[in-house]
């Protein structure tokens, strides 16, 4: 794979396609960048709120069905194509205390690596479980870095009753400690290390010159309050992505629980009808409304608003017809899940231009790298895989 010409077309067509994939539907504005654009406008407000659900998880699905009415998806769904590791190995029950999900994602992981040979250091590892299965898989010996104390007891406890070879160590990756835990013969691994975690690994085994790094990234804005690109090929580049922006990358439901799903729906039709009700209360209808936690959505709409009223100091009684505004909440929701999905098209390509950004980071430092989709997106969606070896 071409990794500096992929990063070059996809950022062209970021670049090209801003006002979609920007828009914020939910924010109230009209969305003006519809109008010339019929067929396209006609066909997104025909859909149901079902078949929105089932295009919102399915990056290809999407494109293939917005391809007929909107001309980047056909180049869109070219270049977020990356060809599927190996088969998974066939995974066992889970050891006790792993969740069945979370041991399928690490035996995918495993899987799409044809061999490992080198002592394993597992990056933000949490309780140890990719450590603990990598060791038990090649009996390698394996450290890992957690900076949650109990997290490293509890790991560091299934580790005692299992195997000599692993360990847990407290520490914090972003601090000048980690510096003493690198080795030069280490195997660096991580599954789903978030943004600021990660760039920090990538920028370690650079400095380290670690001999192999094996790296799913995840949650590409987190502990990143301004997202900096690491390769000089996206310095070099005119379009600048902000951490709000990769929130879009990973804005995803098909993992989340049903209910989980209709208790966010529930509160973003209630903030959208709030929004229509508060200049009948005299007050902006662009007030900022903080979020509130989701088991507010097992009350009613006029809980719910009043206690957003109050915590904005707003002293009106609320009017009848409240079903109304609460109806018009729900229409208004239905109108910006279908015009997000506009934004959600270029989801996996803003995903993957971070992803490239990585690659193209190591390949100037001396790594040859490969990149591949270790699981299915209903794993996992963060299923991408960087494997990379320093070249002789």
Known sequence: MDFARRASRLDSLLLRHQPWWRF??????????????????????SLSPAEIHNLQGD???????????????????????????GPPLNPQEPPK?????????????????????RPILEWCAGKGYLGEAISQH??????????????????????????PLRQIIRCDVMSNDVHQQLTPAQHLVALHACGGLHQRLLRLAVAHNSPQLSLAPCCYHRFNDT????????KNSALHISSNDLRSAVRQTNTARHGEISARRTLQAWHLG??????????????????????????????FAQAQLDHKNIR?????????????????????EAID????????????????????????????????????ASLSPRNLLIQAQKSP
């Open 316 to 336: 009106h009684a609320l009017p009848g017809g409240l079903a109304d505004f609460e109806q018009t909440g729900w229409q208004q929701l239905h109108r910006a």
């Open 59 to 85: 990056d290809q699905g999407l494109l293939t069905a917005l391809r007929p009415h909107f001309e980047p998806a056909t180049e869109l769904a070219e270049l977020i194509n990356i060809t599927p590791a």
């Open 138 to 163: 090649y009996q390698l010996p394996v450290t890992a870095l957690e900076i949650d104390p109990q997290l490293v007891a509890a790991g560091n406890a299934r580790a005692k009753g299992d195997s």
């Open 97 to 117: 205390g792993i969740p069945g999900r979370k041991w399928q994602q690490i035996h995918a992981f495993i899987a799409a690596h044809t061999n490992m040979h």
């Open 274 to 303: 709030l929004r229509e009700l508060l200049p009948v209360l005299g007050a902006d209808k662009s007030t900022a409304l903080p979020s509130l936690p989701q088991h507010w959505s097992k009350r009613s709409f006029a809980e």
């Open 24 to 45: 914020n539907a939910y924010a109230g504005a009209a969305a003006t960048h519809l109008d010339n654009h019929k067929s396209l406008r006609d066909y997104l407000h």
């Open 227 to 234: 997202y900096t690109v690491l390769s000089q090929q996206f």
């Open 341 to 376: 999905l506009l934004r959600m098209a270029f989801r996996r390509a803003l995903e993957l231009r971070c992803v490239l950004d990585s690659l193209l980071y190591l390949q100037e430092h001396g790594y040859q790298c490969s990149l591949s989709e270790f699981c299915s």
